[in-house]
């Protein structure tokens, strides 16, 4: 049996004092017997009825005591926060707590329980649900949570009903109900992405919960075009509280709710009411992003408390009312500028937080003896506090708070991207085109895995139909159809995006045969069906941009030194405490996101599968063609251009001094000595074709050999698909009439530099030699494609980046508005450095094309003279001697704020902009070009100035290299005072700068396909001295030119 607090006057009577004390005993097992014979002198009682009426009848109306009795299981009764608040609550002059016993509970009937004016009851595993409402009906004591409603809770469909009734947002959801003797029988029809239940479709990503609320597993099925399969939640088990599993389809017996998914960037919030007027919110790492539970060095769940918006506040009471628990926990997701409720768990207390346990104690116990106070005639007024005044530490000195960091950044290492033209006519495209409205904007693109699979069955139907007949014509689609169906085929299933089919209306055919589109001329409509595949990230893709992720943390105060350092530093604790305001946006290419994905899970040290990380972190960006462009939708301007480039490069004899000033007008060292390797273009590219065929010979050669014929090449690739990919160039670059398709120079480059890193082990002749003189033509034709001269340049710039270029103005512009960001609530930011930072982060992943065109437009688009500005003089100088931009190519923009100067001044924000070229090429250069370092002092001091003395610094200079991390991220820069600290020994510059040089390619043990890796450029300064005044006129006045352009082409176009 249990203990009740002694009387008035007892513990007195042993020369304790009531607050020594406190007054109430949980009810014990055998082993814990002795807790009753506490030096207190607390008299055992046992709790029979008749024994509280006596003492009732005893005692005076001034030493009558409020009685409150908890009703629960042991496990919740016994546990930490509740022993914890109890403590507190028995500090009330007129509360006694009793704790009913378990045995008391399951055993006796309800006559028999203690008698109590207060009742905190409620429902876990296992406990008589039913028995406690027959109790509160005999005793009728005061409810700290309905028990009635308790049942609601339990059935997740009740739940939503009643959020639904109080107007409170929640996911779009629907009720699937199955009959358990017929599971058959129900309105679930199951696609491929995508469920429909009564009528509505949820597409995925989608949760699966059971409508049993104690039933925790719950699933998140994700689409195809992500990778597929389900995140399966669970009730935590050691450290882990999901796992990824590939199997995609829905279950097929039990009712279920299927809702939308909602992507809150890898964090959910839990949020815990005492009352409608008090709600504590914790942010904890989201179960479904990896599965890892973060714990601290006690084991403990690692979770934040975060301030909620008056919006949620609001919920948080209207949650309370609604559901009649006083005490109530309830999941909050936060997406999309909204909140929604996901989920209410009835009575839950928060688990460590002293703040919290003094609040939640606090709150009830007034609540108490507001209620019953009057009732007992027990004199008593609720005791008036000075509110607590959140006072949040600021930076002091002259140091620089980073406010924003902006990087756009290419994707990833891929496979050779490939592409097969074909001019159809048959019904069966046409009424695919039809089928998925292809008519209403003329063109199509099928990426999901039904229409793969739709063209794959037309394209073998043909087959079938085109049997044996030998014509000319045929053949010649015979070909081109074998072709479409063996890579629709390859890998045997259409997961993830790694093969689209695009179909444009021709109203009269194709216009003129191309170097691939050989058919027969034909009057009439057609469609162009255009096959793209390969172009996947690799996995070596895959590990740079996760080590850039890790890398990129250093950007962020306190994060030298060791990536995960100590707990109270760096960016990790930054977005744990909620004061990092991250957002990733991808372009829709496969490649793309799941770089984006896999650089996410570098920066916060996530540990799983891309899957479930691309899902909740990844934002698609393809609105307004923001990180998108449609590269078949060439400018006029670019169309004229890769005229000219062809007409200058199809001269057969040596470049002319009149040719250098055709083809680099602007002088850039990195074309001029590209032209001095060519020479003559012509015998360059007759060069070029012989090692082709050469190539395609030796590869032959290997598959005619037994012992190499099942060689496996990297990411599984074998020497027929490799074959394939170079006997298609060997077909197009050289056209029938002769000449060479310039157009081609771009894709042997890309073959021949993934070979020559990934498939070395080959032994192949001569491909150095063609990945020299490949190199060298590309390295012409890809940076002059996007113009030759500067208007050229700026003018292709603008129809690709403007849509960006307004989203990173608006980047900065809303960095210094106050914002209802996630914040740290201050009561908490103990330990936590500058608790009033908040960072916003921007992260934009693209191709070539959009990253070429931004660089454009900072270089030409008059963002500074070089003329009058010496540190953008050599900044443009460095630019022009990059001959590549590589994977992984970074433009970073960072904010910085002086709170020591006034905040209208020109001085209190502070750009600097920064840039590296990306991955190293496949063999070291002794003439690559360097820049001045990342944020180097300036020679006027005032960077140097800015760091002096600093403990925190916010300004830091790049990680230097360390060679046991065997890192891809290189730095040959010398170490600051914040480095030194966590790197007892920095190298010597010297010995990193020789680095920089002779560690181009980086080893990983066990790696897929036992492949290099290549390192990667670090962060040039390509000017540290902009004001936020100088980059916003800037960006406006190139987004007002564009817009200006736009109007006087529409303008020409009606009239």
Same mark, same amino acid.
Request: negative net charge; contains cysteine; hydrophobic residues 35%.
């Given at each position: 049996?249990?203990e009740?607090?002694?009387?008035?006057?007892?513990a007195?009577?042993?020369?304790?004092?009531?607050?020594?004390?406190?007054?109430?005993?949980?009810?014990?097992?055998?082993?814990?017997?002795?807790?009753?014979?506490?030096?207190?002198?607390?008299?055992?009682?046992?709790?029979?009825?008749?024994?509280m009426?006596?003492?009732?009848e005893?005692?005076?109306?001034?030493?009558?005591q409020?009685?409150v009795?908890?009703?629960?299981?042991?496990?919740?009764?016994k546990?930490?926060?509740?022993?914890?608040?109890?403590?507190?609550?028995?500090?009330?002059?007129?509360?006694?707590?009793?704790?009913?016993?378990?045995?008391?509970?399951?055993?006796e009937?309800?006559?028999?329980?203690?008698?109590?004016?207060?009742?905190?009851s409620?429902h876990?595993?296992?406990?008589?649900?039913?028995?406690?409402?027959?109790?509160?009906?005999?005793?009728?004591?005061?409810?700290i949570n309905?028990l009635?409603?308790?049942?609601?809770?339990?059935?997740?469909?009740e739940?939503?009903r009643?959020?639904?009734e109080?107007?409170?947002?929640?996911?779009?959801?629907?009720?699937?109900?199955?009959?358990?003797d017929?599971?058959?029988e129900?309105?679930?029809v199951e696609?491929?992405d995508?469920?429909?239940?009564n009528?509505?479709?949820?597409?995925k990503?989608?949760?699966?919960?059971?409508?049993?609320?104690?039933d925790?597993?719950?699933?998140?099925?994700?689409?195809?075009?992500?990778?597929?399969?389900?995140?399966?939640?669970?009730r935590?088990?050691?450290?882990?509280?999901?796992?990824?599993?590939?199997?995609s389809?829905?279950?097929?017996?039990g009712?279920?709710i299927?809702?939308?998914?909602?992507?809150?960037?890898?964090?959910?919030?839990?949020v815990?009411?005492?009352?409608?007027d008090?709600?504590h919110a914790?942010?904890?790492k989201?179960?479904?992003?990896?599965?890892?539970?973060?714990?601290?060095s006690?084991g403990?769940?690692?979770r934040?408390?975060?301030?909620l918006t008056?919006?949620?506040?609001?919920?948080?009471?209207?949650v309370c009312?609604?559901f009649?628990?006083?005490?109530?926990g309830?999941?909050?997701?936060?997406?999309?500028?909204?909140?929604y409720v996901?989920?209410?768990?009835g009575f839950s207390?928060?688990?460590?937080?002293m703040?919290y346990?003094?609040d939640?104690?606090?709150?009830?116990?007034n609540?108490?003896?507001?209620?019953?106070?009057p009732?007992l005639?027990i004199?008593?007024?609720?005791?008036?506090?000075?509110e607590?005044?959140?006072?949040?530490?600021t930076?002091?000195?002259?140091?620089?708070?980073?406010?924003?960091v902006i990087?756009i950044?290419?994707?990833g290492?891929?496979?050779?991207?490939?592409?097969m033209?074909?001019?159809?006519?048959h019904?069966?495209?046409?009424d695919?085109?039809?089928?998925?409205?292809?008519?209403?904007?003329?063109?199509?693109?099928?990426k999901?895995?039904?229409?793969?699979?739709e063209?794959?069955?037309?394209?073998?139907?043909l087959?079938?139909?085109?049997?044996?007949?030998m014509?000319?014509?045929?053949?010649?689609?015979?070909?081109k159809?074998?072709?479409?169906k063996t890579v629709l085929?390859m890998?045997?299933?259409?997961?993830?995006?790694?093969?689209?089919?695009?179909?444009?209306?021709?109203?009269?055919?194709?216009?003129?045969?191309?170097?691939e589109?050989e058919?027969?001329?034909?009057d009439?409509?057609s469609?162009l069906?255009?096959?793209?595949?390969?172009g996947?990230l690799?996995p070596?893709?895959?590990v740079?941009?996760e080590?850039?992720g890790r890398?990129?943390?250093c950007?962020y105060p306190?994060?030298?030194?060791?990536?995960?350092g100590f707990?109270?530093?760096?960016?990790l604790?930054?977005?744990?405490t909620?004061?990092?305001?991250?957002?990733i946006?991808?372009?829709?290419?496969?490649r793309?996101?799941m770089t984006a994905a896999?650089?996410?899970k570098?920066?916060?040290?996530l540990?799983?599968e891309?899957?479930?990380i691309?899902?909740?972190?990844?934002?698609s960006?393809?609105m307004?063609?923001l990180l998108?462009?449609?590269?078949?939708?060439?400018?006029?301007c670019?169309q004229?251009?890769?005229?000219r480039?062809?007409?200058?490069?199809?001269?057969d004899?040596?470049?002319?001094?009149?040719d250098?000033?055709?083809?680099?007008?602007?002088?850039?060292p990195?074309?001029?000595?590209?032209?001095?390797?060519?020479?003559?273009?012509?015998?360059?590219?007759?060069k070029?074709?012989?090692?082709i065929?050469?190539l395609?010979?030796q590869?032959?050669?290997?598959?005619?050999?037994p012992?190499?014929s099942d060689?496996?090449l990297?990411?599984?690739?074998?020497?027929?698909?490799?074959?394939?990919?170079?006997?298609?160039?060997?077909?197009?670059f050289?056209?029938?009439n002769?000449?060479?398709?310039i157009?081609?120079?771009?894709?042997?480059?890309?073959?021949?530099?993934?070979d020559?890193?990934?498939?070395?082990?080959?032994?192949?002749e001569?491909?150095l030699?063609?990945?020299?003189?490949?190199?060298?033509?590309?390295?012409?034709?890809?940076?002059?494609?996007?113009?030759?001269n500067?208007v050229?340049?700026?003018?292709?710039?603008?129809?690709?980046?403007?849509?960006?270029?307004?989203?990173?103005q608006?980047d900065?512009?809303?960095?210094?508005?106050?914002e209802?960001?996630?914040?740290l609530?201050?009561?908490?930011s103990?330990?936590?450095m500058?608790p009033?930072?908040?960072?916003?982060?921007?992260?934009?992943?693209?191709?070539?094309?959009?990253?070429?065109?931004?660089?454009?437009?900072?270089?030409?688009g008059?963002?500074?003279n070089?003329?009058?500005?010496?540190q953008?003089?050599?900044?443009m100088?460095y630019l022009?001697?990059?001959?590549?931009?590589?994977?992984?190519?970074?433009?970073?923009?960072m904010?910085?704020?002086?709170?020591d100067?006034?905040?209208?001044?020109e001085?209190?924000?502070h750009?600097?902009l920064?840039?590296s070229?990306?991955? &190293?090429g /496949? !063999?070291?250069? #002794?003439?690559?070009?360097?820049g001045?370092?990342f *944020?180097p $002092?300036?020679?006027?001091g005032?960077?140097e100035?800015l760091?002096?003395?600093?403990?925190?610094?916010a300004?830091?200079?790049?990680e230097?290299?360390?060679?046991q991390?065997?890192?891809?991220?290189?730095r040959?820069?010398?170490?600051?005072?914040?480095?030194?600290?966590s790197?007892?020994?920095?190298p010597?510059?010297?010995?990193?700068?020789?680095?920089?040089?002779?560690?181009?390619?980086?080893?990983?043990?066990?790696?897929e396909?036992?492949s290099?890796?290549?390192?990667?450029?670090?962060?040039e300064?390509l000017?540290?001295?902009?004001?936020?005044?100088?980059?916003?006129?800037?960006?406006? &006045?190139v /987004? !007002?030119?564009? #817009?200006?352009?736009?109007?006087?082409?529409?303008? *020409?176009? $009606?009239?």
């Amino acid at each position: 049996m249990s203990e009740l607090c002694n009387g008035p006057g007892r513990a007195e009577e042993q020369g304790w004092s009531r607050r020594d004390v406190p007054r109430f005993v949980i009810g014990c097992e055998e082993d814990e017997q002795d807790m009753g014979q506490m030096d207190a002198g607390m008299k055992k009682e046992t709790f029979r009825e008749e024994d509280m009426e006596d003492e009732d009848e005893n005692e005076s109306p001034s030493e009558r005591q409020i009685v409150v009795g908890i009703c629960s299981m042991m496990k919740k009764s016994k546990s930490k926060p509740m022993t914890q608040i109890l403590e507190r609550l028995c500090k009330f002059d007129y509360i006694d707590v009793v704790i009913f016993p378990e045995e008391v509970i399951l055993e006796e009937p309800v006559e028999k329980w203690p008698v109590c004016d207060c009742l905190i009851s409620f429902h876990s595993k296992g406990f008589p649900l039913d028995k406690a409402v027959e109790y509160a009906k005999l005793r009728n004591p005061l409810l700290i949570n309905d028990l009635n409603m308790q049942y609601f809770i339990q059935d997740r469909r009740e739940v939503y009903r009643i959020l639904q009734e109080e107007g409170i947002d929640l996911p779009r959801y629907g009720v699937l109900n199955r009959d358990p003797d017929n599971p058959e029988e129900c309105n679930l029809v199951e696609g491929d992405d995508h469920v429909e239940v009564n009528g509505e479709v949820f597409p995925k990503p989608f949760v699966e919960k059971p409508v049993c609320a104690e039933d925790h597993n719950v699933y998140i099925y994700y689409p195809t075009s992500a990778g597929g399969g389900s995140q399966r939640l669970f009730r935590k088990i050691g450290s882990r509280s999901s796992v990824y599993s590939p199997e995609s389809s829905v279950r097929q017996t039990g009712s279920y709710i299927y809702e939308e998914f909602m992507p809150t960037d890898g964090t959910d919030v839990k949020v815990y009411t005492v009352g409608p007027d008090y709600a504590h919110a914790e942010a904890r790492k989201s179960p479904a992003l990896d599965g890892k539970v973060e714990r601290d060095s006690e084991g403990k769940e690692i979770r934040y408390p975060v301030m909620l918006t008056a919006m949620e506040k609001l919920v948080a009471r209207k949650v309370c009312l609604a559901f009649k628990q006083t005490v109530c926990g309830f999941d909050l997701l936060r997406a999309n500028g909204h909140s929604y409720v996901c989920d209410v768990n009835g009575f839950s207390f928060v688990k460590n937080s002293m703040k919290y346990y003094d609040d939640c104690a606090k709150v009830l116990g007034n609540m108490v003896m507001r209620e019953l106070a009057p009732q007992l005639h027990i004199p008593w007024s609720i005791p008036m506090e000075a509110e607590d005044i959140p006072i949040v530490p600021t930076t002091s000195g002259t140091m620089m708070e980073l406010r924003c960091v902006i990087a756009i950044i290419r994707h990833g290492d891929r496979t050779p991207k490939q592409k097969m033209k074909m001019e159809v006519r048959h019904p069966l495209f046409f009424d695919l085109f039809k089928k998925y409205e292809g008519y209403k904007k003329g063109k199509l693109k099928l990426k999901k895995p039904k229409q793969l699979q739709e063209v794959l069955d037309i394209a073998r139907l043909l087959l079938v139909e085109l049997g044996q007949h030998m014509d000319c014509e045929i053949e010649e689609k015979k070909s081109k159809l074998e072709q479409l169906k063996t890579v629709l085929e390859m890998y045997g299933h259409f997961s993830g995006i790694n093969r689209k089919v695009q179909l444009t209306y021709l109203r009269n055919g194709q216009p003129k045969a191309s170097s691939e589109e050989e058919d027969c001329k034909k009057d009439g409509p057609s469609l162009l069906l255009v096959l793209k595949w390969g172009g996947e990230l690799t996995p070596a893709g895959r590990v740079q941009a996760e080590e850039l992720g890790r890398a990129f943390r250093c950007m962020y105060p306190g994060g030298q030194g060791d990536y995960a350092g100590f707990p109270g530093c760096g960016l990790l604790r930054l977005h744990s405490t909620y004061r990092h305001d991250l957002k990733i946006y991808a372009s829709d290419e496969g490649r793309v996101q799941m770089t984006a994905a896999a650089f996410a899970k570098g920066l916060l040290a996530l540990e799983g599968e891309l899957t479930p990380i691309l899902v909740q972190m990844v934002k698609s960006a393809n609105m307004n063609g923001l990180l998108d462009s449609d590269s078949d939708s060439l400018t006029d301007c670019q169309q004229k251009v890769k005229a000219r480039l062809h007409e200058i490069m199809q001269k057969d004899q040596e470049f002319t001094q009149e040719d250098y000033q055709k083809l680099a007008p602007t002088g850039s060292p990195s074309l001029v000595n590209s032209m001095k390797v060519i020479e003559n273009p012509v015998k360059t590219c007759d060069k070029v074709y012989a090692l082709i065929q050469s190539l395609t010979s030796q590869i032959r050669k290997r598959l005619e050999d037994p012992k190499s014929s099942d060689l496996q090449l990297y990411h599984s690739e074998t020497l027929e698909l490799m074959l394939q990919r170079w006997s298609k160039l060997e077909r197009d670059f050289r056209m029938k009439n002769g000449r060479y398709d310039i157009s081609k120079i771009p894709d042997i480059y890309d073959c021949i530099k993934y070979d020559t890193q990934h498939n070395a082990s080959l032994n192949l002749e001569d491909t150095l030699e063609l990945f020299r003189l490949s190199r060298a033509l590309a390295d012409i034709v890809i940076p002059q494609e996007y113009g030759i001269n500067k208007v050229e340049k700026l003018d292709i710039a603008q129809a690709y980046c403007v849509p960006l270029m307004r989203k990173i103005q608006l980047d900065l512009q809303r960095t210094h508005e106050d914002e209802a960001v996630n914040k740290l609530h201050p009561l908490y930011s103990r330990g936590v450095m500058s608790p009033g930072r908040h960072v916003r982060t921007r992260l934009y992943f693209t191709s070539e094309s959009h990253v070429h065109s931004l660089l454009s437009m900072f270089r030409y688009g008059g963002l500074l003279n070089e003329e009058k500005d010496q540190q953008w003089k050599q900044a443009m100088d460095y630019l022009s001697a990059v001959t590549e931009l590589n994977y992984m190519t970074q433009i970073v923009i960072m904010l910085y704020e002086d709170n020591d100067k006034d905040p209208s001044s020109e001085e209190r924000f502070h750009v600097e902009l920064h840039f590296s070229p990306g991955v &190293k090429g /496949c !063999e070291d250069e #002794e003439n690559v070009p360097l820049g001045f370092g990342f *944020r180097p $002092a300036s020679s006027e001091g005032s960077l140097e100035d800015l760091s002096q003395d600093q403990t925190n610094e916010a300004l830091f200079v790049s990680e230097p290299i360390n060679f046991q991390r065997k890192s891809p991220m290189i730095r040959s820069r010398k170490p600051t005072r914040t480095e030194s600290c966590s790197e007892p020994n920095p190298p010597s510059d010297e010995v990193v700068q020789q680095a920089v040089f002779s560690l181009s390619l980086v080893w990983i043990a066990g790696f897929e396909g036992c492949s290099m890796v290549p390192s990667i450029y670090p962060l040039e300064t390509l000017h540290n001295l902009l004001s936020l005044k100088q980059v916003e006129e800037f960006l406006r &006045k190139v /987004c !007002e030119s564009c #817009e200006a352009q736009g109007k006087a082409m529409r303008s *020409r176009s $009606a009239h």
